[in-house]
């Protein structure tokens, strides 16, 4: 007697991921290329290097979400090195996402001393 030949096959998440990644991708480039204008408007340092790190952190965390949109791609789910990469990329990509949005939106004092200090250096040369 044979067993059932079952075929794993999801079409919401199918359709879904159809639906979902181009609003995704279109929401956030708008979210993108208004931070890029914002930036170039700005006068102050500080500021503006905090815009471009919220805007390098919105586009980390738009890939990662990308890498994750891999895994509704047929037979991704079936091989451990794929996975496994994707899943390490997709960490790699939330944390420096993380990270960026951190400093863009805090600015720690050791950021603002840094930031300064090149500026120093920027001013000699």
Known sequence: MNGPNI???TPSLIIGSII????????HLRIIISL?????????????RGIYFILFAVVSLVAAALVASFFT???????PAIITLLHTLRIILVLIGIGLS???WTMPNWMKKLLSRTKEEENIE
């Open 20 to 27: 979902f990644i181009p609003i995704f991708i279109l929401v």
């Open 7 to 9: 075929i794993q096959f």
């Open 73 to 79: 791609l047929p037979n991704v789910g079936n091989q």
């Open 102 to 104: 951190y400093i863009g």
């Open 36 to 48: 890029a204008k914002l930036g170039k408007s700005i006068e102050d340092k500080f500021t503006k």
